[in-house]
């Protein structure tokens, strides 16, 4: 259970609201983490009736609730503590009484005003806020990516909701860190003897973050053409992963210790400028293809017009410090691919010397693989001698932590864990203002050198892993993907 607290969701009736933020909170009702007293407002510029809304959101969450999960339960309760507001939040208006009568009754409450809205629209957000006298001390804003197109956008965004809020009243929200494997990260380096000794250059070969996508524009054509693969994912969600995987111990999991690490891995991170983004990175577009036995429709025909935005982004990147010395990163991400799969891949180094006969068999080297979705777990693979055998005869086996298996009834829900730390105040799972900068400052020279180079998108099939460019990658270092078998479709970790 919480403390109380008002919750202000801006961009009340959209799409983040009603798809992920609602079915969180009302996920937090039945897990008992909402205290009685807390209410859930909603902003919308137009909305009808009140109850007409509210039907809407129960269809909703209907529709978005897994199997064993009810709507009903505890709708009566939940839906009692929403009230929609209509409201533009370019005027200064009477329609802010809505909001401001009721906020204003309970002063002494946390606040969260989440802004589920374009970026164009948070200075004003702020600003009626502050003119309404709505921001107190106890209030914390809630920013959604994408967080500028770049560098200097971003940072005009930042610098505009800071002339309204502090640093660290600022939660700029990466869904993927509320991701249980990721937690599970952290617990595998930070509370485990094992691995932590072999977290560097001299035991590990290389890492692979993967995070493919089997849905392609999902109507979004107009943002998505504008930012591409590039700044819809690895600007923000792969880098962060990356940070988590790369950072130092923090000296507590606590947000500013974890924060001075994370920065320090982008601080490390080697620029891929000029002609070097023909050698360390591929950009992708998808044409026309089979998934799952139906033909769909390529990028191009999906928008309807000419368009060079990128849907796959494979990277190979290097961090320059001493952990990670000649450890290449390889990342990936891309629309309408054979399987929905993101994965940390952590491949251990071949042994230095092999003290079986050949008769053994071929010694592979350890595999640490965390996977995020659709399946999360993580799968250690050892060798191991083949049972039953009265040879010595060695094979390599997977240890595995299957957290969809082990914790059946658990639906973890990103969003759900990290509205629980913003209500909580606690920052350590959102990006400080300077991590979102470095991001940039990493991601910007890439796409210019593209534009400088004229990186053409490379064509790859619906239903492929991406352009043979990819693979082509990874093969130049005599490595390769390791999800990427068409056999392996549907296969367990
Ligand atoms: C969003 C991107 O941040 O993440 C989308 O804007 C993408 O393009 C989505 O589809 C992926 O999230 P998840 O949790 O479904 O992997």
């Known amino acids: 259970m919480t403390q109380d607290f008002d919750i202000v969701i801006f961009g009340g009736l959209g799409d983040l609201s009603l798809r992920k933020l609602l079915p969180a909170l009302y996920r937090s009702e039945v897990a008992g983490h909402l205290p009685e007293s807390a209410r859930i407002f909603l902003t919308a510029r137009s909305a009808e009736v009140e109850e007409l809304e509210k039907a809407k959101i129960h269809d909703w969450l209907h529709n978005q609730l897994k199997d064993g999960e009810s709507a009903e339960s505890h ?70 990516k994408p967080l500028g197109y770049d560098r200097e956008s971003a940072d005009e965004i930042n610098a505009l909701v800071a002339q309204y809020f502090p640093e660290d009243h600022i939660f700029r929200i990466d869904h993927y860190l509320g991701k249980e494997t990721v937690q599970n990260l952290l617990a595998l380096r930070f509370a485990n003897i094992l691995f932590e000794p072999l977290w560097n250059g001299k035991y590990i070969d290389h890492v692979q973050i993967s995070l493919s996508e089997e849905v392609g524009l999902e109507g979004r054509t107009a943002f998505y053409d504008q930012a591409g693969a590039m700044r819809d994912m690895i600007q923000n969600h792969l880098l962060q992963l990356l940070c988590l995987v790369a950072m130092e111990p923090p000296h507590k999991m606590q ?110 080297a350890n595999r640490l693989v965390m996977r995020l979705q659709p399946d999360e777990g993580i799968q250690l693979t050892v060798m191991a001698k083949e049972l039953n055998q009265f040879d010595m005869r060695l094979q390599q086996v997977p240890l595995n932590l299957n957290f969809a298996e082990t914790f059946s009834n658990i639906h973890s829900d990103a969003y759900q864990r990290l509205l629980l730390n913003v209500i909580q105040n606690d920052l350590s799972l959102f990006a400080h203002r300077d991590e979102a900068d470095l991001a940039w400052a990493w991601v910007d020279p890439i796409i210019s050198a593209w534009k400088e180079c004229g990186t053409p998108v490379q064509a790859y099939e619906a239903g492929s892993w991406g352009p043979d460019a990819s693979a082509a990658l990874l093969h130049s270092d005599k490595r390769a993907w390791h999800n990427n078998g068409g056999s392996q479709r549907g296969r367990k970790l």
């Open 255 to 364: 947000a500013d210790s974890i924060r001075t690490e994370k920065l320090k891995v982008l601080q490390a991170m080697r620029p891929i400028t000029g002609y070097e983004v023909q050698s360390h990175t591929v950009r992708g577009q998808y044409v026309e293809g089979m998934m799952k036995g139906e033909s769909v429709p390529g990028y191009l025909d999906e928008l309807g017009r000419d368009s060079q935005t990128e849907t796959f982004v494979a990277i190979k990147a290097h961090i320059d410090n001493w952990r990670w010395s000649g450890v290449p990163f390889y990342f990936r991400t891309g629309k309408r691919l054979r399987q929905r799969c993101a994965e940390i891949v952590i491949q251990f180094k071949p042994l230095s010397h092999n003290v079986f006969d050949n008769s053994t068999g071929h010694l592979s």
């Open 75 to 144: 709708w009566q309760v939940f839906s009692k503590r929403i009230s929609v507001v209509a409201l533009d939040v370019t005027q200064a208006d009477q329609a802010w009484e809505q909001l401001a009568n009721p906020l204003s009754e309970c002063p002494e409450r946390d606040r969260v005003f989440y802004l589920a809205m374009p970026p164009s629209l948070y200075g004003a957000t702020c600003e009626q806020l502050s003119g309404f006298g709505l921001i107190s001390d106890n209030s914390r804003v809630v920013l959604e």
